[in-house]
């Protein structure tokens, strides 16, 4: 069986490429086949549905309120979660594949979504 220029290509760009190009495009066709929009490409101030792994998640107070706050990274960037009045979600640990969907704000030039919806992915954590 003869190999394709497509095939070889795709077997030299894997040999040639660091661990985290790779890991960053398998988390990137991952996050597609999900339903995903990658976070390069969000719409300001539209609804949105991003797939990704969650890199962390912290509690910071908001004028008083707990506010539960995770990264959520894509393969092309990272999207802030954040859930205002929550102090913990079960399940929204480092390393879990989440979905989630939501109106997309730009705060201090990254995209972050409040309160969105969410769902657990199989896989991660």
Sequence with gaps: ??????????????LTSSQQV?????LLAA????GGTPVRELPDRREACVCGTVRSVTLRPR?????????????????TVVWLGRRQIAGIVPGRRLRVHGRVAQRDGQPVVFNPAYE???GGA
């Design 63 to 79: 004028a008083g309120v707990p506010a539960l706050v995770a990264e959520l990274y894509d393969g092309t960037g990272t999207l």
């Design 22 to 26: 790779l890991e960053d495009e398998d």
């Design 31 to 34: 996050s597609g086949r999900a």
């Design 1 to 14: 069986m003869a190999s394709t220029p497509g095939r070889f290509t795709s077997v030299l760009h894997r």
């Design 120 to 122: 657990l992915l199989p």
